[in-house]
């Protein structure tokens, strides 16, 4: 038998580290819960697939945002929201090329949007703040699927809502396939061998509910849940029926930077990075992932032994450590709590004595996944800056300053930020002032990460991104192209993933014209 002892350790177990009176309760209710909580042998939820129905010729998905309740720990109600469930939503399934359309229901009592992370759209579908659905209406976007086979995701973009909103429950995975990647010889029977992964992490009040707050401490760092869960499971286990398994991850958490990797310390492979394959499988132990931020990976189960999937605590604590004055000791107190070398584990991962036989699943890894061309920075019509900023201090806690921003700026439905020329190449280029590290997403398009402070990046970084992890002091430049959607009246936006900065206007708008 392996041991449990790390089963959300770190997590719970970093309680007593935690200073702030507020987090302290928090921890102590959530720490109180998990020991009623299951023995860690829950099965994995996997949430069902879902692949809508084509209605001439249209692939047509019906979405019912919802309130719910739900058992996180046994014969305890939690309120939740979801989309067609209590919490979270069905993976969508579609393909490259199809005509998709979302008849978006919102029966949760308050206003909501539904965004659909990563896809490149006309921008009154993209579900954004413009794209408000009020309660007891339902929105029905339609568009084509201009996507390479990836897994992107869906969630709440409502204004200043957001953050509040998805750790409610208000998101979920999509899955987009194409001809070339089921050519593949890799692991794809979903639940089988190709397994959905959402990470999140909650606090709980004593009551069950969960713990939200929007003081200035998580307005800055973010909420931190005290425990860590996948598909909505505290302490789940999967019983993997192949050699090969390959788990779709979406670091889904409003602000927790996820360092994953296996308890025995086995390799594994990546093959996707946030919207498409990579050239070729990048062998790794770890795997880092900002909020907003997908990778799949391929793991090897062929020795049979049971291992965990363990959330690794950051070298230099995620970049959070450092800083002076207010609000570096926040920042240090906060990332506190893991003592080096440990980590979390979140799913214990089961192979089965007798593994199904190769022809039912993917033996062996291709080594060539997707070649796809790059654009070069010398058709690039300019460079646009951006630079990410906090602050802290009696300026913003009077409300006189804002504690984040972009270019100085903080966000504003009615100003629009960036002009682009339709068919352009541009470089963005994004720098970090603050001094903990910040996942910076684009929406509409994918882009190739062009260098880290000047250098290339890592290989698992060089597929298509649409968020990339800025680390404080760094600059990170990405190359793009706004092709097929003007509309000079509805932008798109770019903001942090860090949903807390987010919504305290960490964001700005950008329009594509003709
Ligand atoms: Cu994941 Cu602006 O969104
Ligand atoms: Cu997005
Ligand atoms: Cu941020």
Request: positive net charge; glycine residues 10%.
């Amino acid at each position: 038998m392996i041991t449990r002892r790390n089963f959300n350790k770190g997590a719970v177990a970093g309680a007593a580290a935690i200073a702030a009176a507020p987090l302290l309760d928090t921890y102590m209710s959530t720490q109180a819960l998990a020991q009623n909580a299951p023995a860690p042998s829950r099965p994995l939820n996997i949430p069902p697939l879902y692949a809508g129905k084509i209605s001439g010729g249209v692939r047509v998905f019906d979405l019912n945002m919802r309130r719910g309740n739900t058992e996180f720990f046994p014969g305890v109600k939690t309120p939740t929201l979801g989309i067609n469930a209590d919490f979270l939503g069905p993976v969508l399934h579609m393909s490259a090329g199809e005509q998709v359309r979302f008849n978006v229901k919102n029966s949760l009592g308050e206003p909501t949007t539904l965004h659909w992370h990563g896809f490149h759209l006309p921008a009154k579908h993209d579900g954004g703040p413009h794209q408000e659905i009020a309660p007891g209406q339902t929105w029905s976007p339609q568009f084509e699927i201009k996507q390479h086979a990836a897994s992107f995701w869906y969630h709440s973009h409502m204004l200043h809502q957001t953050a509040a909103q998805v750790w409610r429950g208000l998101a979920g995975m999509m899955i987009v396939d194409d001809a070339h990647a089921r050519a593949l010889s890799l692991p794809a029977t979903y639940g089988v061998d190709d397994i959905p992964l959402v990470l999140q992490d909650r606090s709980f009040n004593r009551d069950g509910s969960l713990s939200y707050s929007t003081d200035m401490h998580n307005t800055m760092m973010g909420n931190l849940g005290a425990l860590l869960m996948v598909n909505g499971s505290i302490n789940a286990t999967f019983a993997a029926k192949t050699k090969l398994v390959r788990f779709r991850v979406l670091n889904a958490s409003n602000a927790r930077f996820w360092t994953i990797g296996f308890s025995d310390e086995r390799p594994f492979h990546q093959i996707a990075t946030d919207g498409a394959l990579l050239e070729r499988p990048v062998r790794l132990t770890r795997l880092s992932l900002g909020p907003g931020e997908r990778g799949e990976i391929i793991v090897d189960l062929g020795d049979r032994k049971p291992v965990f999937l363990r959330n690794f605590p950051l070298p230099d604590g995620g970049g959070m450590m450092g800083g002076g004055g207010m609000m570096g000791r926040m920042m240090r107190r906060r990332g506190g709590g893991m003592s080096a070398g440990e980590g979390a584990d979140f799913l214990q991962i089961i192979p089965a004595s007798a593994q199904a036989p190769a022809s039912t699943s993917a033996a062996t890894l291709p080594n060539k996944l997707l070649s796809l061309p790059r654009l070069n920075p010398a058709d690039a019509a300019r460079t646009r800056r951006f630079v990410l900023d906090m602050r802290m201090g009696p300026m913003v806690m009077m409300g006189i300053s804002n504690p984040v921003s972009i270019n100085g700026k903080v966000m504003k439905l009615n100003r629009i930020d960036e002009v682009i020329k339709l068919g352009d190449t541009e470089i963005w280029e994004i720098s970090n002032r603050s001094p903990m590290p910040h996942p910076f997403h684009i929406h509409d398009i994918q882009f190739h990460i062009l260098d880290r402070d000047g250098r290339p990046p890592a290989a698992n970084e060089r597929g298509l991104k649409d968020t990339v992890v800025v680390n404080r002091g760094e600059t990170v430049r990405v190359i793009t192209k706004f092709e097929d959607y003007a509309d000079a009246q509805t932008p798109y936006m770019y903001h942090c993933h860090i949903l807390e900065h987010e919504d305290a206007g960490m964001m700005g708008q950008f329009t594509v014209v003709a």
